[in-house]
């Protein structure tokens, strides 16, 4: 069984940078795809960025492109989401997610392509 334990949301001004981990655990990742998507009040959970485990192959929504890197390391079975210049639009709750059978030609951004989820950490960014 897969378990997901994010970390690292907290309370940052406008500006300012986060980091967010996921542990990962039950299974070998390295045929994965791992994402973190975001939820804000009132709003649907949407996608953030994604990363192939095997060959370090990125993706990011526009809303974060230049501005948040996705990464892993393979030897602790951490997914972290390092945020930078941060905006108070970017404030919800943050979730990892795997998906066990990625597509060998694309990184899903839809949250039914992934099969497991962490249980989110909070991100609220103040102006």
């Known amino acids: 069984q897969v378990q997901l334990v994010e970390s690292g949301g907290g309370l940052v001004q406008a500006g300012g940078s986060l980091r967010l981990s996921c542990a990962a655990s039950g299974r070998s990742f390295s045929n994965y795809a791992m994402g973190w998507f975001r939820q804000a009040p009132g709003k649907e959970r949407e996608f953030v960025a994604a990363?192939?485990?095997?060959?370090?192959?990125?993706y990011y929504a526009d809303s974060v492109k230049g501005r948040f890197t996705i990464s892993r390391d393979a030897a602790k079975n951490m997914v972290y989401l390092q945020m930078n210049n941060l905006k108070p639009e970017d404030t919800a709750v943050y979730y990892c997610a795997a998906d066990i059978n990625p597509s060998t030609l694309f990184l899903a951004a839809s949250m039914a392509e992934y099969d497991y989820w962490g249980q989110g950490t909070q991100v609220t960014v103040s102006s």
């Open positions: 990363i192939r485990w095997r060959t370090l192959r990125t």
